[in-house]
């Protein structure tokens, strides 16, 4: 083993260099190409690494010296196998990073000392006033990373780490991002995620868990599966999926009239006919022919799918919870069909015997809590469907014909919609064209 210099190599046109950082603490062993420290010009940083296998004896600058070719910098001492490393062994490339218009390779060069002989450090220099030039990586792409002011052991560091040097406050001359900036960024965040103000990933400051039994008598009852994947599902597409509701009412008294007249006919096939199979007729054909509410945004931002095949989700209210079984290619079913399908899924869903596949491959969704009440409600889009149509009560109302007030069953309707996929006018059309299937199920024959 036998110590040796380290000298500033060649600068590619620099006369002299600043000092900015040392890389490493005394005593610590350093690998083949391992930073050693890190130099300056008005042009470009640069690592210089380590021509073998070592362990750091002393600095002979510091930070804030200014260096010029030749200058010791380091005294190392060599790793027994290194050791023998034959004389002759390449010059290690120093890690040069500068500035694109002056794409300069630079090398180190080692002095051989038998003995430790400490040089004096330069007197530090006068920082210059003016802004530094831009800090790129040759192997940068990102503009912003461009301007990111650090080394490239910063720069490692902070991509071993996941930490993006651009949130980071640098302390450095000039600000300049230091080692121990990204370390005090890295333990300020596992503090901050640890703290009573703990945030979810949404950014969202998480509801306060309550003790409860201090305020009365309470249960703590386990959740079904079901209600917990409900609500994640809930939560996932609230916060994903910028929502609007359109509403609307249609007067279905006349598709009433013609659904009680068709209870015989059902009696006789062993179908009951709700309004429900009207309404999933009538969503279908209205998908058909409004097919952006037949698309789902792609995963990767740029693309939207377009589907070209019409499968309709029906949310069912069991004693487990919500699920929504998926009838699928609606557009060529008839509406005994459709009624037999959602007797089919509403009574498989109640007795828990829905396969997954069952609840796969929606396109839209219908919620109707028509037979339950209320008179209106704001259902949340089933991502990554573009939307879902609440229903509410169908309730006798006046309604004026031009003349006079007439007794009508009006249906109330409530359309949500993935704003990032359907627009206000899509919106409308859509709907328009439901009120208009409905109160005239004529059209649904056309
Ligand atoms: N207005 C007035 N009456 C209605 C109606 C409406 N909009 N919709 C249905 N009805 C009537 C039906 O006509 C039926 O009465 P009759 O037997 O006299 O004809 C009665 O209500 C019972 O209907 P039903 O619930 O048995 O069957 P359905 O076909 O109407 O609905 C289903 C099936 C599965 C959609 C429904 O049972 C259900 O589970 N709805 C809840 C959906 C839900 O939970 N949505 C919320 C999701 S988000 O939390």
Not at 64 to 87: F, H, N, R
Not at 406 to 435: C, E, K, W
Request: glycine fraction near 8%.
């Amino acid at each position: 083993m036998s110590i040796k210099t380290v000298v500033v190599p060649d600068l590619g046109g620099a006369e002299t260099v600043d000092v900015i950082e040392l890389s490493l603490a005394v005593g610590d062993n350093v690998e083949l190409e391992g930073a050693l420290l890190v130099l300056e010009s008005d042009k470009a940083t640069m690592d210089v690494p380590s021509p073998f296998d070592g362990q750091l004896v002393k600095y002979l600058v510091a930070e804030g010296d200014t260096v010029k070719v030749g200058d010791a910098i380091a005294e190392l001492e060599t790793i027994a196998s290194s050791d023998d490393a034959p004389e002759d062994k390449p010059e290690a490339s120093a890690d040069l990073v500068l500035a694109p218009e002056s794409p300069v390779e630079t090398s180190i060069e080692i002095v051989e000392t038998v003995e430790a002989s400490p040089t004096q450090a330069q007197a530090p220099v006068e920082l210059k006033s003016q802004s530094p030039a831009a800090v790129v990586e040759e192997s940068q792409t990102e503009d912003e990373e461009a301007d990111i002011y650090a080394g490239p052991s910063v720069r490692m560091l902070a991509r071993e780490l996941g930490v993006q040097l651009g949130v980071v406050r640098g302390s450095g001359p000039r600000g300049r991002i230091l080692r121990d900036d990204v370390n005090d960024y890295v333990k300020a965040a596992l503090a901050e995620s640890s703290s009573p103000m703990q945030v979810a990933s949404t950014g969202i400051a998480e509801v306060p868990t309550i003790d409860f039994s201090q305020f009365g008598t309470i249960d703590t009852v386990k959740m079904t599966k079901i209600q917990k994947v409900t609500a994640a599902n809930m939560q996932r597409n609230w916060l994903n999926v910028p929502h609007v509701t359109q509403f609307d009412e249609a007067d279905t008294t006349d598709m009433d009239s013609f659904r009680k007249s068709l209870k015989a006919e059902g009696d006789a096939r062993g179908i009951r006919i709700s309004p429900v199979a009207f309404l999933i007729k009538a969503i279908a054909i209205a998908l058909q022919e409004n097919p952006v509410f037949l698309r789902s945004l792609a995963g990767d931002g740029e693309n939207y799918i377009q589907k070209h095949y019409c499968n309709i989700g029906m949310a069912v209210d069991t004693p487990r919870g919500l699920v929504v079984p998926v009838i699928r290619d609606v557009a060529n079913m008839g509406l005994w069909d459709i009624a037999a399908a959602v007797t089919e899924f509403a009574g498989k869903a109640r007795e828990g015997k829905l396969k997954p596949a069952d609840m796969q491959g929606g396109c839209f969704t219908l919620s109707s809590l028509g037979a339950i009440g209320g008179n209106g409600f704001t259902p949340i889009v089933n991502a990554p469907e573009a939307g879902i149509l609440g229903v509410s009560k169908a309730q006798i109302k006046p309604v004026w014909d031009g003349q006079e007030f007439q007794p009508r069953l009006m249906l109330p309707l409530a359309l949500s919609y993935d704003h990032r996929l359907v627009n206000g006018g899509d919106a409308g059309r859509f709907i328009t064209q439901i009120v208009k299937l409905l109160s005239d199920v004529r059209h649904l024959a056309l």
